[in-house]
């Protein structure tokens, strides 16, 4: 009976650990999705609101080190159950980076203050915060059904994303050459673009996770990436 009690709790705790992962995955979702909303809206309250809610996803993260810490303590999982906790404190780990990554977009709105490029320039940045929301749901699906087969289908689509901010540089350093007052906006929106390509290697990271939580070993494979020209243009927001 105690063993089975002992089980039970366990299990309780690993299920606590999901569903907090969870929860911080969707605060992320919704970070990520305002920052961008309030840089086209131009909507300088939207962007506090993000950077104040950063703290959230932080507590969200710190919980879930702690519940990992002890769940590992007291129980002494073997095996899956140890990946799973282990993965837990990845997923974590880049969740709460994907939030740092969209408050900074958020401060650059507050930064701009009302002074906004158009609409046309911010529409690249608004496509790849699309695939980028895209995969992260995705993946977190993927770690909360255990499906390795999603997850290895959003490793292997972070090319897309790679592609698509070398194009959106690309325009914005057009735009900087065509007209010297276009200047500081795409700078500010390159720093963006740069931002929500790094959030998704952030999805990529937690897909790997999910593979090893499900398969027990890392991928072999060598990371798949998009023009190699984007680390020229990267450099120059880095």
Request: hydrophobic share 45%; charged share 30%; aromatic share 4%.
């Amino acid at each position: 009976m105690n063993e089975q009690h002992t089980a039970k709790a366990f299990d309780v705790d690993l299920q606590d650990l999901s569903r907090m992962v969870a929860e911080m995955g969707g605060l992320a979702e919704k970070q990520v999705a305002d920052a961008v909303d309030a840089l086209a809206k131009r909507d300088t309250t939207t962007a506090q609101r993000v950077t104040a809610a950063d703290v959230s996803i932080d507590n969200l993260q710190r919980e879930i080190e702690e519940k990992a810490v002890l769940t590992i303590a007291r129980r002494q999982p073997m095996a899956v159950d140890l990946r799973a906790i282990v993965g837990s404190l990845r997923l974590a780990n880049d969740l709460e980076r994907i939030g740092d990554l969209a408050k900074n977009i958020a401060k650059r709105v507050i930064a701009l203050n009302a002074e906004f490029p158009p609409p046309k320039l911010i529409r690249g940045v608004e496509h790849m915060t699309d695939l980028v929301l895209e995969q992260l749901k995705a993946v977190l699906d993927a770690y909360a059904h255990r499906d390795d087969n999603k997850a290895m289908a959003v490793w292997r689509g972070d090319e897309e994303i790679d592609a698509v901010c070398t194009s959106v540089f690309r325009e914005l350093l057009t735009y900087m050459m065509e007209d010297p007052r276009n200047i500081t906006f795409c700078i500010h929106l390159m720093f963006c673009a740069k931002n929500i390509e790094r959030m998704g290697d952030h999805a990529t990271n937690i897909a790997e996770t999910v593979h090893y939580i499900v398969d027990g070993r890392p991928i072999t494979e060598r990371r798949p990436k998009g023009d190699t020209e984007i680390s020229a243009l990267a450099g120059m927001t880095s």
